[in-house]
């Protein structure tokens, strides 16, 4: 089994969403959503398919993959922690909130522990300045988070993930 087949990912699945909106005016943006909606992440497998379907150079593609930030290009954790790092988030401790879940996680910024639990993000506004610093768990919001609340809000997600240590069993 190929690694591409162990994570879900699956060309012929993939060559169908390409195809089906190949003929779209401005076809990329919209295939990368697809395959990022079907199969949670856009795999090195995708870029042939449509590099062939728009005509397109392999850097190209590549380029706009990874411009755009909220295009994964690995699968995302069980859970999806991001920490904001805009200005007002910073000036109240974002990067020693930052610091703490990364030692805790064993993880750095767009990376997932390895038992798939949590994948961090960064991002830079969630919008919720006054009360920052701010994080968003699985779309939900937390303001005036400190390294002991980001502690009990991760445990109360993962459960036990986040405490037992990487290989055993959850």
Do not use: K
């Not at 003929?23 to 795999?43: C, N, S, T």
């Not at 042939?48 to 295009?71: C, Q």
């Not at 798939?116 to 005036?144: E, K, Q």
């Amino acid at each position: 089994m190929t690694d591409t087949q162990a994570s879900g990912w699956d060309v012929e699945r993939a060559r169908l969403t390409v195809d089906a909106l190949a003929r779209l005016p401005g076809a990329l943006l919209p295939i990368l959503h697809a395959l990022q909606d079907e199969f949670g992440y856009v795999d090195d497998a995708a870029i042939p398919l449509i590099t062939d379907a728009l005509n397109l150079s392999r850097a190209e593609v590549i380029g706009v993959l990874h411009f755009y930030h909220d295009f994964r290009t690995t699968p995302s954790g069980r859970h999806t922690l991001q920490l904001c790092r805009a200005e007002a988030c910073q000036s109240m401790g974002a990067d020693a909130l930052v610091q703490h879940v990364e030692e805790r996680l064993g993880v750095a910024m767009g990376e997932t522990t390895e038992d798939g639990a949590v994948t961090l993000r960064d991002v830079y506004c969630l919008g919720n300045c006054a009360l920052s610093p701010a994080v968003m768990l699985d779309g939900r919001l937390h303001g005036r988070v400190t390294s002991e609340r980001i502690d009990a809000i991760l445990a109360a997600a993962v459960e036990t993930t986040v405490e037992a240590p990487a290989g055993s069993p959850r």
